[in-house]
């Protein structure tokens, strides 16, 4: 069947995070979704039996006109909006909006009024909020389906659900696409085939074969040359373009850049040998001369950009050696990447990949780049690795980021970063977090977040005191409720509190990278153990260069989340056993100041710190 004798949804890309997530939650219902611009013609969105809008990054949708093409408000088909996008329908038929209800995170909403959008749901349900703007005022001829409230029942905020059932039109302050909306899948499924009244025709299966025919068109006569670094995305990847090209014309160069894992490189050469790609596998061990490019670096994005060019760099260089120079390049590239990085037209910059900086942009433009995963989530790449017939191991590994422990060894030049919280935020977040039987700080050093699908470089708060993992949670949603200065909660496994915190100057070193690897080898195997790894998605562990109560000089920090797609995270609970073999080992290892878990969720805090 072709794309155009398929029922399939139109989803408009305002920039938001989450704009492919939709379209991928809507083909695992089998049917097909495609990303559309809001500038294009209205005469393209009608072959859609209906059209979603997403989010977007701006922050000002409440006082300015957005510059899109509204024909297709003139359509007579369904139209549903989530958070910018539900904003965008209240606009367009009268309402109001205004920066007002900040919600990041969990909410639970009350449904109080029947309508097919919510078929099949309860009278409460948990959602997830990442906004800053509100629905104020609601047009005339739409009504009120439900409003929201924080978990522990305080703050409740009207319209965060709307309709005109007449003219099928529907909006939604919070995203019913990502996992952490528990009934969300349900309510996409109730758009697409009650009410837009769709057909379920699109399959993975489908997708793969589409993707092996463009991988062919796209090489042609010529070789590819991949970057393995033996993660899921990469083995996926490395799978895929050899079934479509043939091993013998399929080289990879696994790059050992200095941030592997402890005995990483070596496993990950005897896997690719292991499922049929050894033949044209190349190695080379470029610690060195990434160390020397990061000498005296530590600004975040400036430690990425370096990484990624200088992967590039080697490379070009092995290409060169292997006589592999007019190869075309294969990367594992998935959508959180390219959106983080600000891949689409409208998203903001989070944090720039290393497959995202501008020489790989260049090959882009220039063709001269293979990326079969680039549309697919974590979840979607796993199933496409089952599907190729990748041992389910492999596949299921966490993910590992490409430029590794590069982004999860924190550097500094010894300064206070600049616009540090104040007093009244200091007051602010003790205020909060004694409401809950703990003690809090804010500490003196930075991490990436996102917010309302706009990047934030702001401070960590430090929490302690006996708490369950549900106090916890609750008092962070809180604070980044009421202190918009901050992005990140952590809570002290110690217990010791936080008298003093001085941040050192400290940049990527081979002492400091071995004993990152150390802390992370302790907590892999803690939930190998523990049987967890499965149940935990991913777990960074992070080094800051913070002396606390004047002792030590590394302070640790391990990040245990839940998530599917990595848009979207929510702090995973680790049981108490294995915090105490944690904080036992851990404390041992040299120059150690203190330990932490992250509680934050994504949002604000991106997975990892920087």
């Given amino acids: 069947m072709k794309h155009d004798q398929m029922d399939k949804i139109a989803v408009i890309d305002f920039g938001g995070q989450y704009a492919h997530l939709i379209a991928n939650k809507i083909r695992r219902l089998h049917v097909l979704a495609e990303i559309r611009q809001p500038e294009d013609s ?18 000002s949708a409440h006082d300015q006109d957005s510059d899109w093409n509204k024909g297709v408000f003139d359509l007579e088909v369904p139209i549903m909006g989530f958070c910018f996008g539900h904003q965008e329908i209240a606009k367009h038929y009268g309402g109001k909006v205004e920066q007002h209800g900040r919600e990041f995170g969990p909410a639970e909403i009350e449904i109080y009024r029947e309508s097919p959008i919510f078929k099949g749901l309860g009278p409460r349900e948990t959602v997830w909020m990442s906004h800053n703007d509100t629905v104020t005022e609601i047009p005339e001829g739409f009504v009120e389906l439900a409003k929201s409230h924080l978990p522990d029942g305080s703050a ?26 528990v009934h969300g899948d349900e309510m996409l499924s109730n758009f697409v085939f009650e009410i837009c009244g769709c057909k379920a025709s699109w399959s993975m299966e489908r997708y793969m074969a589409e993707q092996m025919q463009h991988i062919k068109a796209q090489a042609g006569q010529r070789g590819v040359f991949l970057l393995a670094s033996g993660g899921v995305d990469s083995t ?134 293979i990326e079969p995963l680039k549309d697919l989530y974590k979840t979607e790449v796993r199933e496409l690795g089952e599907l190729s017939g990748i041992d389910p191991k492999m596949v299921w590994r966490h993910p590992f980021p490409g430029p590794g422990l590069g982004v999860r060894l924190l550097c500094s030049d010894g300064k206070l970063p600049d616009k540090l919280a104040g007093r009244a935020d200091e007051e602010a977040v003790s205020a909060i977090a004694a409401g809950f039987g703990l003690k809090a700080t804010i500490l003196p050093l930075r991490s990436v977040g996102v917010k309302g699908d706009l990047r934030s470089y702001q401070q960590p708060v430090m929490l302690w005191g006996e708490s369950s993992f ?103 609970r680790l049981p108490a056993a294995l915090l105490k073999e944690l904080q036992s080992e851990i404390a041992r290892l040299p120059h150690i100041s203190g330990l932490a878990v992250d509680v934050t969720t994504k949002p604000p805090g991106t997975i990892e710190w920087e």
Wanted: net charge negative; glycine share 8%; hydrophobic share 40%.
């Fill in 156 to 181: 409740p905020y009207a319209n965060t659900a709307i309709a005109n059932e007449k003219l099928r039109r529907y909006g939604f302050q919070f995203h019913p696409e990502v996992d952490d909306t």
């Fill in 236 to 369: 996926v990847c490395a799978k895929l373009i050899g079934d479509a090209i043939g091993p013998d014309n399929l080289h990879l160069l696994h790059i050992d850049n200095g941030f592997m894992r402890k005995n990483e490189s070596a496993n990950v050469l005897d896997e690719f040998r292991r499922i049929g790609l050894g033949k044209n596998l190349h190695f080379v061990d470029a610690t060195e001369r990434f160390l020397k490019e990061l000498a005296g670096v530590h600004e975040p994005e400036r430690k990425r950009r370096i990484i990624g060019e200088t992967f590039i760099r080697v490379f070009e260089d092995e290409a060169a050696k292997l006589n592999l120079s007019d190869c075309l390049l294969g990367q594992g590239t998935i959508y959180p990447d390219t959106i983080e990085s600000g891949g689409s037209k409208r998203a903001d910059l989070i944090k720039t990949h290393h497959n995202r900086i501008p020489l790989i942009e260049e090959m882009i433009a220039a063709g001269r780049v």
């Fill in 470 to 572: 549900e106090n916890l949670e609750t008092c962070a949603a809180r604070i980044f409720r009421d202190v918009t200065s901050v992005n990140r909660c952590i809570w002290d496994v110690t217990g010791r509190g936080v008298e003093s915190a001085h941040l050192l100057e400290a940049y990527a070193t081979r002492e400091r990278l071995d004993l990152l690897r150390e802390v992370d080898d302790i907590m892999m195997r803690a939930i190998e153990r523990h049987g967890l790894m499965r149940v935990i998605w991913q777990c960074p562990s992070v080094l800051a260069p913070l002396s606390l109560n004047g002792k030590g000089s590394e302070f640790a920090i391990v990040r245990p989340i839940y998530s599917e797609r990595a848009m979207t995270a929510r702090p995973a």
């Fill in 42 to 59: 209205t005469e393209l969105f009608m072959p859609y039996r209906g059209i979603i809008f997403s989010g977007s990054p701006a922050f």
